[in-house]
């Protein structure tokens, strides 16, 4: 199957620092990537779609601002936390879709990043 | 509106048996597809099995299968011969249109725990 490849897997940073996670699908082009938030014991949710080449669209309530979105090719978006604050201390996780055949109707996951701000 | 709901926080099985998680949706595009996926305390997201809403039959994955009762907007899943290694949080997520790049919506999840 697809894989997509989400570092770091955990991070432990100061307050007002910025945090950049990246995600990479490995083995086919993903012309959209999805970032997800997941607090304890919730669900996911969705905070913005990453688009190859133009403007991520933030789901509302997401400050475009405060997390940074940037999809420069077809295997690669970053996610960058700027001025991280205990608040933003949290699960992120990636998807990536847009793939050929069989790839194109299931989105799959990167493992996630542990975020922690002090 | 809430999209998708699993109305099981938690369920609690013996090792072996067969156990189904509760799934119900609702949306007005005839185009959609269902997810479930596994999340252990890793917290990776592992996909298990999908349904498209124009499927025929429905979809089998190994121990996994999808209860797919379009009529009632229900996709339940079911697990066969439960193994201790099932023990995870499980969501049920929807993608709406039929493309694989669109986002998904995901329910509240079920915490699964397999007892020996």
């Known amino acids: 199957g697809a894989v997509v490849s989400q570092h770091p897997s955990w991070v432990i940073c100061k307050s007002g620092t910025s945090v950049k996670i990246e995600c990479r699908s490995l083995?086919?082009?993903?012309?959209?990537m999805f970032w997800y938030r997941q607090f304890p014991k919730q669900s996911l949710m969705l905070m913005a779609t990453?688009?190859?080449?133009?403007?991520?669209?933030?789901e509302q309530g997401v400050e475009k601002d405060k997390f940074l979105i940037n999809h420069a090719s077809l295997t690669l978006s970053t996610l960058t936390v700027t001025s991280a604050h205990p608040e933003d201390s949290s699960f992120y996780i990636c998807?990536?879709?847009?793939?050929?055949?069989?790839?194109?109707?299931?989105?799959?996951f990167g493992s996630g990043t542990q975020l922690s701000v002090l | 509106a809430q999209k998708i709901t699993q109305t099981q926080p938690g369920m609690f099985v013996q090792e072996k048996e067969a156990v189904t998680l509760d799934c119900t949706y609702d949306t007005s595009d005839p185009s959609y597809g269902l997810f479930w996926y596994k999340q252990p305390s890793s917290g990776e997201m592992i996909f298990l099995i999908y349904?498209?809403?124009?499927?025929?039959q429905n979809a089998t994955e190994g121990r996994y299968s999808l209860n797919f009762q379009k009529a009632r907007k229900s996709a339940n899943l079911v697990i066969s011969a439960s193994q201790l290694g099932d023990s995870a949080m499980y969501f049920c997520a929807m993608r709406e249109g039929w493309q694989g790049a669109q986002k998904l919506v995901f329910g509240q999840g079920t915490r699964l725990t397999i007892n020996p």
């Open positions: 349904q498209g809403s124009y499927d025929q």
């Open positions: 083995d086919f082009q993903a012309t959209t």
């Open positions: 998807s990536a879709g847009g793939g050929t055949g069989s790839t194109n109707e299931k989105l799959f």
């Open positions: 990453s688009n190859e080449g133009s403007k991520a669209t933030y």
